[in-house]
């Protein structure tokens, strides 16, 4: 999950990053659906088949190529859910606590789809650049990895693995622990 940096902005902003923008949306479609998966798993199972069919009949032809998406959608608009400035107004000021929604959910972030959890802007020769901690979760150990982002060009170049961690949260803090001369020690060492 993106969120906040010491200033106040939202680490990696619209205005900062566009593929920031495009992560952050993600992560609010990403939190939509697990709002949706949890009020199914609240409903008793004969309860589930008449849900269905209302949004079948809600979404017309189609419903039935992809059926859980379906009820999945259609249960994102029964839920109120808040708007994607609310939520991120929400994530600015609770980062911590979108981190264990993240980690308590079943579709946390994998290996093959890792989250951006935290991105901060720094200089490297001149130059502005971005890193991205992205972050996933391996059975029950955090693992993650920096993302490099140079701001004009927009290329990405990433770390290995670099941080191993039971908790989320941890992995965050220590990103967040690095200081700009750590950062660009790592860019370097992911620079081809």
Same mark, same amino acid.
């Given at each position: 999950m993106i969120t906040e940096?010491? !200033?106040?902005?939202v680490a990696g902003s619209p205005a900062t990053s566009p593929l920031a923008r495009a992560e952050l949306e993600a992560q609010y479609a990403a939190y939509r659906r697990r709002?949706?998966?949890g009020l199914i798993r609240l409903l008793p199972r004969e309860a589930v088949r008449p849900l269905y069919r209302r949004a079948v009949e809600a979404r017309g032809e189609g419903a039935e190529h992809d059926p859980l998406g379906s009820l999945l959608l259609f249960c994102e608009r029964l839920l109120p859910l808040p708007s994607f400035e609310?939520?991120? !107004?929400?994530?600015?000021r609770h980062p911590d606590a979108h981190?264990?929604?993240? !980690?308590d959910s079943a579709d946390v972030p994998t290996a093959d789809a890792p989250a951006t959890v935290e991105a901060r802007p720094? =200089?490297?020769?001149?130059? =502005?650049?971005?890193?991205h901690l992205r972050s996933y979760r391996d059975g029950g150990t955090w693992r993650g990895y920096i993302a490099f982002e140079e701001a004009e060009s927009r290329r990405v170049h990433h770390t290995a693995?670099?941080?191993?961690? !039971?908790?989320p949260v941890d992995v965050r803090e220590r990103f967040l622990a690095f200081d700009q001369a750590a950062l660009q020690?790592?860019?370097r060492s992911a620079l081809p």
């Open positions: 940096r010491s !200033d106040g902005q709002q949706a998966r609310t939520w991120l !107004d929400d994530l600015r981190l264990e929604d993240v !980690d720094f =200089p490297f020769e001149g130059n =502005p650049w971005v890193a693995l670099i941080f191993r961690e !039971d908790d020690a790592f860019l």
